[in-house]
């Protein structure tokens, strides 16, 4: 499984951003998708996943009420809806896949993307 994620940029507080990542492979429908992020100086932390037909979503607490995973399985994509940014959101975001929910859970999924950057501006 090959990962594209795109859609980040240089916005301020409060702005909302939407983030993809477009999965190559014909069965996309069967992977937990995640989200990661790793700002400077700081480990990778976990952001959200989604289960395959996207029935299961979980978040972190520090993003839970402002960001919203989805999926669009006939179009290999999972997005990330980011809104009321704040400038502790600026990071590097790297979208993840994996067949185990956990193993995502816990950032050890086994296909990765390139990072995209967000940066908020205060």
């Known amino acids: 499984v090959q990962l594209q994620a795109s859609g980040g940029g240089l916005v301020q507080a409060g702005d909302s951003l939407r983030l993809s990542c477009a999965a190559s492979g014909r069965t996309f429908s069967s992977y937990v998708m995640g989200w990661f992020r790793q700002a400077p100086g700081k480990e990778r932390e976990f952001v959200t996943a989604i289960s395959g037909p996207g029935g299961r979503a979980d978040y972190s607490d520090t993003v839970k009420g402002r960001f919203t995973i989805s999926r669009d399985n006939a179009k290999n994509t999972v997005f990330l809806q980011m809104n009321s940014l704040k400038p502790e959101d600026t990071a590097a975001y790297y979208c993840?896949?994996?067949?185990?929910?956990?193993?995502?859970?816990?950032?050890?999924?086994?296909?990765w993307g390139q990072g995209t950057q967000v940066t908020v501006s205060s």
């Open positions: 993840a896949a994996d067949t185990n929910f956990l193993r995502i859970a816990k950032g050890s999924g086994n296909y």
